[in-house]
Every structure is written in C-alpha cells, then in structure tokens.
C-alpha cells in the first residue's frame, strides 16, 4: 500500500534554532501534500498545503514567514519551522496522496509524524 | 467553513462489545465526503471507513460500519465485536467534493477496549 515517510521522528532543539521536517511519499507520486499540527489530546489543525512546483496555500492564521514550506518534487515536500520557540512545540503530520486519480478510489495517507520539542 | 463535532472525548468498551461512536458535521455543500481515521497510540493515521455523501447505502468494511444520516449531519461508527487492537483515537473528517482536498477533523474520541 502507499506509505509516506516522515523525517525526523522526534526532534528537541533549543529556542530559536529552525528546524526542517520532511515528508515523502515512497511509492507513489503526490503533487499535492498537506502539513498538520496536532497537540495533545486534539484534533489535527490543517496548517498549509503544499503544492509541487508553486507556492504553499496557508490556513488562516498560520505565519507563512515562520512555517516554511517546500514542494520541489512529486515526492517531497519539506516544512522548516524558523526561529523555532517553545509555543511552536507540538506534534506535526503531513499527508499526501496518490497524483491523478480520483478520490473515491486514493484516499489521504498520512505520515508518522514528527514530534517537535522546543526548549 | 464546515465544523465536525465529536461529543464523546472518551469511550471504553470490553472487548467483543459493539460500540458507537459519533460525529456530527455542519456544511452547506450537497456533495462531500466523510471519514473516520484511526490513530493508534504513537503510530499513523489510517483510513478506517469513507463515505460518499451521495450515496445513500452506509458503507461497511469488515467489523466497521456507518450510520449515515445526510438530512441529520450525522455519521456514526459502529465497531463490533471490539479487539484490543482497537484501542486509539477515532476521528471523524470532511471534505468537500470539490475542491482541494481539505480534510476538516473532529475533536476525536479515545476509545479503549478492556479485555
């Protein structure tokens, strides 16, 4: 089946470090990817959609400055989270799914997320 | 905007049980999709079930099935004969037919099966 690979899993960092989180798809070719951010015990929060070759599509609210997005091939999209500070620490998942096909037939898959720990 | 609730943070059944969870949604659009995702503890977001709101037979895959109510804005999951392998977060998601794919979740319901 489809499977996206996030990277990293986990990562702590001091305040004001950036740090970048990649999401691929292994199997299968994704022009579009979305970028989520969930925090304990909630729901996911559509943070931004990425798209191959243009510039990502933020949710209201989201600082396009601090959460840099990156779609630069079919299978990659990356989310670089600048000046990263305590308040930015959270649990943040990317989806993808499968170009040119209808969505009754290729749903979202998601990655595994990665956990971001600010101190 | 669309808004899909889920009135029960938390569930726990005993295994074998059947159980329901709900979710309820608000849109103007007549063509959507729902979903439930399952997100196990510490692991990825699957896809559980998906219906197509145009279609009037509730969608059924293995254990899993919806009560899907199109006038109501309700979209049920019942789980029967619960296994341990259950356990994890349930949320129930929206998109619109047309359009860029965005998935609006609910709040989500923990459920915990107890052996």
């Known amino acids: 089946g489809a499977v996206v690979s996030q990277h990293p899993s986990r990562v702590i960092c001091k305040s004001g470090t950036s740090v970048k989180i990649e999401c691929r798809s292994l199997?299968?070719?994704?022009?579009?990817m979305f970028w989520y951010r969930q925090f304990p015990k909630k729901s996911l929060m559509l943070m931004a959609t990425?798209?191959?070759?243009?510039?990502?599509?933020?949710e209201q609210g989201v600082e396009k400055d601090k959460f840099l997005i990156n779609h630069a091939s079919l299978t990659l999209s990356t989310l670089t989270v600048t000046s990263a500070h305590p308040e930015d620490s959270s649990f943040y998942i990317c989806?993808?799914?499968?170009?040119?096909?209808?969505?009754?037939?290729?749903?979202?898959?998601f990655g595994d997320g990665t956990r971001l720990s600010i101190l | 905007a669309q808004t899909v609730t889920q009135s029960q943070p938390e569930m726990s059944v005993q295994e074998a049980e059947t159980v329901t969870l709900s979710c309820t949604y608000d849109?103007?659009?007549?063509?959507?999709?729902l979903f439930w995702y399952k997100q196990p503890p510490s692991r990825q977001m699957i896809l559980v079930i998906r219906?197509?709101?145009?279609?009037?037979q509730n969608a059924t895959e293995n254990r899993f099935s919806v009560n899907f109510q199109k006038a109501a804005k309700s979209f049920s999951l019942k789980i029967s004969d619960s296994q341990l392998g259950d356990t994890a977060m349930y949320f129930c998601?929206?998109?619109?037919?047309?359009?860029?794919?965005?998935?609006?979740f609910g709040t989500g319901t923990r459920l915990t099966i107890i052996p």
């Open positions: 849109t103007s659009e007549n063509n959507y999709y």
């Open positions: 199997d299968f070719q994704a022009t579009t």
């Open positions: 998601a929206f998109m619109n037919y047309f359009g860029n794919e965005k998935l609006t």
């Open positions: 990425s798209n191959e070759g243009s510039k990502a599509t933020y």
């Open positions: 219906q197509e709101a145009y279609k009037q």
């Open positions: 989806s993808a799914r499968e170009s040119g096909t209808g969505y009754s037939n290729q749903p979202q898959h």
